[in-house]
């Protein structure tokens, strides 16, 4: 077994929200420039990551038994190293070495950059490593920010999972304080990247040849930074960043509904490459339960906010999540967030069932008192009721053309696929809102705008030919002949 990490392998899982996706691939950016190659049998790893999750209690029981089941692994390879990053290091800390003492380290979401050093010291000197924030209660609010280093060393194109879409953090942390959430405790103070970084790693993306940027942020419409004097809203930066040549789209995630300012859906109107897609969580359709989430707005601000995206960005579609079986929901309040879906038709919704964070005021002060069983089938209702939707208001689609920015190969391409090199597969994209739409290209096409008629929908799908009588605009090669 060699001591330096040329030919050593790394095994890394990652859970939770695009926010960690990029974080690993960053991690794997660097190890991988130290010599470590990625390897998908933890069996065969010399360093195991867990890049984790803390908002909600199964994605936190998961690791912890992916971590039991790895208690006996260093037998075999006494030189391993395990450890658990991101948010439940941040949330649990000393915690994880008392529940899996084989644990080498814990790096939380502001110490990535420690990790390749942490790593060495580990495989020379056997003991528990932890390296954390301060907590959000223990210091002034600028000794908080400092202990929270946003993660954005210079990229690495080859460890994309798609050569053609990055994801790009705008700012880190949550100062909201929903009672529910524990991110602002494992992400810490609401802090914004200043925008010449940002713009600088779009540029360098563009010319790498992606195609597509989604901004990351936990409340990513609330972006404000001051830089030589001048205030940068998100509509500031999206304007800034559109003319790239060769990016075609720009997506942003997630948005939080106080924060939706004209400014920014005129941007979104006005700019061709940026989707008419918005994400923005309500959570809940009733007053009661949105003050006790602390949220910060009614329902009726949340109707103007919906009314305001559809005067200024008609056709704009929308998603949601919505939190089930809060503390104390009534079946009555329950109904009221299904009439919000009802009335808002949201392209689609994400939902959860309400599970209580310790570290966070509805955990404390409020009794998580609605019944699993009434949970779960609260969860199904609404599901049942969102999909209805979706589905309904796709048929619309049928019969239009939709630009579509062609992401890879599709799910059941992947599967059955005979023959890798034939240039003929199913391919997936995504129109400007944000839908998904499979179809049957050339491989060629992946990475371009291209036009598609749709003719037919599944429960989740548009399906759409090419459309061969137009030339494309855009950064498209030109139009391909379906092969096959
Ligand atoms: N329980 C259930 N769902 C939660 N979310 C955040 N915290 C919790 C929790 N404690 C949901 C919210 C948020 C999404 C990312 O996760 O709906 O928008
Ligand atoms: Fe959590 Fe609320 Fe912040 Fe979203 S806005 S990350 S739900 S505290």
Redesign the pocket.
């Known amino acids: 077994m060699s001591d330096t990490p040329h030919n050593q392998k790394l095994f890394i899982e990652t859970v939770g929200?695009q926010m960690n996706m990029l974080d690993s691939e960053l991690v794997v950016a660097a190890l991988r420039k130290e010599g470590y190659q990625l390897t998908s049998e933890p069996a065969d790893a010399d360093t195991i990551l867990f890049n984790t999750c803390s908002?909600?209690e199964h994605a936190e029981h998961k690791i912890y038994s992916a971590l039991g089941r790895l208690r006996f692994s260093k037998r075999g390879r006494p030189n391993q190293v395990i450890g658990v990053i991101g948010c439940m290091a941040q949330k649990d800390q000393e915690l994880i070495f008392q529940r899996a003492p084989h644990v080498d380290m814990v790096v939380g979401t502001g110490q990535l950059a420690q990790i390749p050093e942490m790593i060495k010291a580990a495989r020379e000197k056997r003991e528990h490593r932890l390296a954390i924030s301060l907590d959000r209660r223990d210091a002034t609010r600028q000794e908080i920010s400092d202990s929270f280093q946003s993660y954005d060393p210079l990229r690495d194109p080859e460890m994309r999972p798609s050569p053609y879409q990055a994801f790009v953090r705008i700012m880190i942390g949550c100062d909201k304080f929903c009672t529910?959430?524990?991110v602002p405790m494992t992400r810490g103070p609401e802090q914004s990247r200043p925008p010449r970084d940002i713009l600088r790693e779009v540029t360098q993306l563009a010319n790498e040849g992606v195609k597509e940027v989604t901004l990351l942020g936990q409340t990513v419409n609330s972006y404000k930074v001051t830089q030589d004097g001048k205030l940068w809203r998100l509509s500031d930066l999206i304007m800034a960043m559109h003319d790239t040549p060769g990016l075609d789209r720009i997506k942003f995630v997630?948005n939080y509904p106080k924060d939706m300012t004209d400014d920014l859906l005129e941007v979104v109107r006005d700019m061709p490459k940026v989707a008419r897609y918005l994400h923005v969580?309500a959570?809940s359709g009733c007053n009661e339960i949105l003050k006790r989430m602390k949220r910060g707005y009614t329902v009726e601000d949340y109707r103007d906010m919906m009314q305001r995206i559809n005067d200024i960005v008609p056709g704009c579609a929308v998603s949601s999540?919505?939190?089930v079986g809060f503390c104390g929901e009534t079946d009555e309040q329950f109904q009221k967030s299904m009439g919000l879906i009802r009335e808002f038709r949201f392209k689609n919704s994400?939902i959860?069932?309400?599970?209580?964070?310790p570290g966070?005021k509805a955990d404390d002060l409020l009794a998580d008192d609605i019944p699993e069983a009434v949970k779960r089938e609260r969860n199904n209702l609404m599901l049942d009721l969102q999909n209805e939707i979706s589905e309904e208001d796709n048929v619309a689609f049928i019969g239009t053309e939709q630009e579509v920015l062609v992401e890879g190969p599709s799910k059941t391409s992947l599967k059955h696929e005979t023959d890798p090199d034939s240039p003929a597969t199913q391919l997936v994209g995504r129109t400007r809102c944000d839908r998904i739409v499979v179809f049957e290209g050339n491989r060629r096409l992946i990475g371009s705008l291209t036009k598609i008629e749709i003719h037919d929908l599944t429960r989740t799908s548009l399906i759409g030919h090419i459309v061969t009588h137009e030339v494309q605009h855009g950064s498209a090669p030109s139009l391909l002949p379906i092969l096959g």
Do not use: M
Request: net charge positive; hydrophobic share 30%; proline share 10%.
């Open positions: 929200c908002v909600r529910y959430c524990v997630t969580p959570q999540d919505f939190i994400f959860f069932k309400y599970s209580p964070r966070t």
